[in-house]
């Protein structure tokens, strides 16, 4: 169980065109999913806390016009990177966390696969 | 906030023998405790968690950590490893009230036959 899916896994775009990134849970309501980025052989940042149904919360000097963050239904979030550039190259992984309004909820996320882009 | 410090960025060990990784945090509030293990090109895979209750927590494939208020350590430990254990480690940490993750920078182990 708990497990988190995205689509796509890899992506090449040309510099200017947007990406539009995929993360659902499979087999679990998730109010909350937080999307991550990683740069090579670096740690994982937070990027931004969607919570279905709306607004996301960007962290401190994550640019929101850049990175769009929809959370549409329980079970999927997307990431729109806008306007891509060869600097937003980068290892995006998003993660969900189980929980229903007003009912049982998980301190524990579960993560997608990731998804590798690369802007040409 | 919440930091979380991996005093080794690298660990090279031989097959079969005991591996350490340490990990120190520093938080105003409460916080969860975590463990995740990346493989190359792939997401986070959590191998144990600390939540309350017992210091000493088991979790995948053999390994178990330990949790030291006094010390604000959560050390992660293998008594014996593989050569499957070759991976990223991150040690984690959530605040108990918004669950938002902070990472450690990871410590990359790599076990020689």
């Known amino acids: 169980g708990a497990v988190v899916s995205q689509h796509p896994s890899w992506v090449i775009c040309k510099s200017g065109t947007s990406v539009k990134i995929e993360c659902r849970s499979l087999?679990?309501?998730?109010?909350?999913m937080f999307w991550y980025r990683q740069f090579p052989k670096q740690s994982l940042m937070l990027m931004a806390t969607?919570?279905?149904?709306?607004?996301?919360?960007?962290e401190q000097g994550v640019e929101k016009d850049k990175f769009l963050i929809n959370h549409a239904s329980l079970t999927l979030s997307t990431l729109t990177v806008t306007s891509a550039h060869p600097e937003d190259s980068s290892f995006y992984i998003c993660?969900?966390?189980?929980?229903?309004?007003?009912?049982?909820?998980?301190?524990?996320?579960?993560f997608g696969p990731g998804t590798r882009l690369t802007v040409l | 906030a919440q930091s979380v410090t991996q005093l080794d960025s690298q660990v090279p060990v031989f097959e079969e023998a005991p591996v350490e990784l340490r990990c120190n945090y520093s938080?105003?509030?409460?916080?969860?405790l975590f463990w995740y293990v990346q493989y190359p090109n792939q997401g986070l895979q959590l191998l144990l968690k600390?939540?309350?209750?017992?210091?000493l927590v088991k979790g995948i494939n053999g390994f178990e950590a330990e949790f030291n208020k006094s010390q604000t350590s959560f050390h992660l430990r293998k008594p014996s490893v593989h050569i499957s254990d070759t991976a990223e480690y991150f040690c984690?940490?959530?605040?108990?009230?918004?669950?938002?993750?902070?990472f450690g920078a990871g410590t990359t182990v790599t076990v020689r036959a």
């Open positions: 993660s969900a966390r189980f929980g229903l309004a007003g009912g049982p909820s998980s301190n524990e996320q579960f």
């Open positions: 087999d679990f309501q998730a109010t909350t």
């Open positions: 969607s919570n279905e149904g709306s607004k996301a919360t960007y």
């Open positions: 938080s105003s509030v409460s916080v969860y």
């Open positions: 600390y939540l309350s209750g017992s210091t």
């Open positions: 984690a940490v959530s605040r108990k009230n918004d669950y938002k993750l902070s």
